[in-house]
């Protein structure tokens, strides 16, 4: 294929899949439950957090995180008490326990009350055409205060050579505004832009079938050279063709 033929070509496949159908089968209908900015922004980001593993799996157990927190998320976030951590202790979803759980929500209400927020702490170092600096000191901001070791794993750090999968689809749902209401589009301060793609093994191997990457690891190095072949399609909304790769992946077997 040619690169016009190919862009035709996933242009067509991100038609057919960012559309609303597409919320029913993802882990973005779990923040499509609220409509208050702080609640999706929390709701996005946890679901997102446990989002490796059987889809199925990671809605039923994203579901659960909301009902531990009586389905107001942020009002749990800044108004809870140590007692009521107690019931998150039950939680688990593979590695991520009801320890990580409680930590995550300890750490949530740092960044609201002491850092303005999940969507400033992400703005504050992003550069021109990328967020993978801004996810490590994300990092570095949401662990500020006590937590365990172990917590630390469940965020990615660009900067580590990950390819911080998981990070850069809430990124996707926060900041991409598609106007057929799958992702969000409510962070103002960032741009479709500066959005990667969620590197996994699905879009991976479309990727490399198409000669969109070459790279066989899905690293922080692959991620770099994915975003490089995605810009060249579509410089402004670059990660749209997440849903062509992660479609003809999951759904068509390509």
Same mark, same amino acid.
């Given at each position: 294929m040619t690169?016009?033929?190919?862009?035709?070509?996933?242009?067509?496949?991100?038609e057919l899949y960012n559309r609303p159908d597409f919320i029913t089968s993802d882990p973005i209908q779990i923040p499509h439950q609220f409509s208050?900015?702080?609640?999706?922004?929390?709701?996005?980001?946890?679901?997102?957090?446990?989002a490796w593993g059987n889809r199925k799996s990671i809605i039923n157990n994203a579901n659960k995180m909301m009902t531990l927190l009586e389905h107001s998320p942020y009002d749990f976030v800044m108004h809870h008490q140590e007692s009521d951590l107690e019931k998150l202790e039950s939680f688990v979803h593979r590695t991520f326990n009801g320890i990580d759980f409680i930590s995550f929500i300890k750490s949530l209400q740092h960044i609201y009350k002491n850092h303005n927020g999940l969507e400033a702490v992400f703005a504050k170092h992003a550069e021109k055409q990328s967020l993978q600096h801004a996810i490590h000191h994300f990092k570095h901001t949401f662990f500020e205060i006590e937590h365990l070791k172990r917590t630390e794993k469940h965020v990615s750090d660009p900067l580590r050579k990950s390819a911080a999968k998981r990070i850069?689809?809430?990124? /996707?749902?926060?900041? /991409?505004?598609?106007?057929?209401?799958?992702d969000f589009g409510i962070w103002r301060s960032l741009s479709p832009s500066q959005l990667s793609c969620p590197l996994d093994v699905h879009s991976g191997n479309v990727a490399r079938k198409l000669g969109l990457l070459k790279r066989k690891q899905n690293d922080g190095k692959a991620l770099l050279e994915l975003d490089a072949?995605?810009?060249?399609?579509?410089?402004?909304?670059p990660v749209k063709y997440d849903f062509a790769l992660f479609g003809l992946g999951v759904f068509e077997g390509f």
């Open positions: 690169k016009s033929e190919l862009k035709e070509f996933l242009d067509i496949k991100v208050k900015k702080e609640d999706i922004e929390i709701a996005g980001f946890l679901s997102a957090t446990i850069n689809m809430f990124l /996707r749902w926060m900041v /991409r505004n598609d106007s057929t209401g799958v072949a995605l810009r060249k399609l579509d410089t402004k909304d």
